[in-house]
């Protein structure tokens, strides 16, 4: 089971990332000003749109690199990762991040940074060999 401490922590991990509340004041990790994971529980419309499938624990949304990506992810794993119609046709899905494994979630992260990331940045962090 992850924790927000251990999305902080992967996040720390990455170079020239910050952490800034989202527009609702919640948390949201960036990469020179552009957001690639984020605290992103249930709103009103999300709720009724999942009905009793609906989780109730804390949901991490992550940028995805494509929607290819974000379906296969959706597929091979629907007890982890789920979408709402709020982000149909957006290449990110949302996590129940206390049924993610930290070696899933390390991956998702990483990814969702590289996704985001100036590519001269996550060549240099690539060429460093810290993936």
Known sequence: ?????????????????TERGSYDGLPA??????PFVWERPLR???????????????????RVPDLGAK????????????????FDGYPAVLVRLD??????????????WYDRAPKRLAAAHRAQGTE
């Not at 009103?44 to 992550?62: F, H, S």
């Open 29 to 34: 990790w960036r990469v020179r000003d552009k």
């Open 99 to 112: 049924r993610i494994a930290l070696p899933e979630l390390t991956e998702l992260v990483v990814e969702a």
């Open 1 to 17: 089971m992850a924790s927000w401490e251990d999305v902080r922590r992967i996040v720390a991990s990455l170079p020239e990332t």
């Open 71 to 86: 379906e296969a992810l959706l597929a091979d794993a629907p007890d982890v990762y789920f979408t709402t119609p709020h």
């Open 44 to 62: 009103r419309a999300d709720l009724a749109a999942l009905g009793d499938d609906a989780p109730d624990g804390p949901i991490l949304g992550a």
